[in-house]
C-alpha cells in the first residue's frame, strides 16, 4: 500500500479553479441574454402548437436553460438540488419540441431523484 493519496481525493489548488472575475463576466453575458430572451416574447395568445407556441416553448426553453447555466457558476458551490430541479424544468419543456423521446420520463426520473438526494448537499 502506497501512502499517496489518491488523486481523487486530492483538493484542486484555488488557483486552478474558476476565477470570480470569470464568474462575474459569464453571469453577467448570461443576464444579457437572459433579458433578450425576455424581449423577444411574443405578444398575445397562440393556440397550441401553432408557431407562435412552439416560439414561445423555444424561447421559454432558452429562459429555463440559462438559469440551469446561472445555477452552475453562480456562486463557490453548486446547490444540487436547486441544479437538479432546474435540469427537470429544461427537461419538462423540452418534452414539448421533442415528442416522441422520452424526454418527459427523463424528467420524471430527475423529479424522482430529488427525494432520494441530500436536500442540502453542495459540491465545491
Known amino acids: 500500500m502506497s501512502n499517496e493519496a489518491d488523486p481523487e ?10 476565477k470570480q472575475e470569470h464568474r462575474e463576466s459569464i453571469l453577467g453575458a ?6 433578450r430572451v425576455h424581449e423577444a416574447q411574443p405578444e398575445g395568445a397562440s393556440p397550441m402548437l401553432s408557431q407562435g407556441w412552439v416560439d414561445r416553448r423555444r424561447l421559454l426553453l432558452v429562459d429555463l436553460a440559462l438559469h440551469l447555466c446561472e445555477e452552475a457558476v453562480k456562486g463557490e ?9 432546474k435540469v427537470h424544468s429544461v427537461l419538462y419543456v423540452a418534452k414539448d419540441l421533442a415528442p ?7 424528467a420524471e426520473l430527475v423529479l424522482e431523484a ?11
Open 30 to 35: 448570461l443576464k444579457q441574454v437572459h433579458e
Open 9 to 18: 481525493d486530492r483538493r484542486t489548488p484555488r488557483e486552478s479553479r474558476l
Open 77 to 85: 458551490t453548486v446547490g444540487t438540488r436547486e441544479l437538479a430541479e
Open 100 to 106: 416522441g423521446h422520452a424526454l418527459e420520463k427523463a
Open 114 to 124: 430529488l427525494g432520494e438526494g441530500d436536500p442540502d448537499a453542495h459540491v465545491d
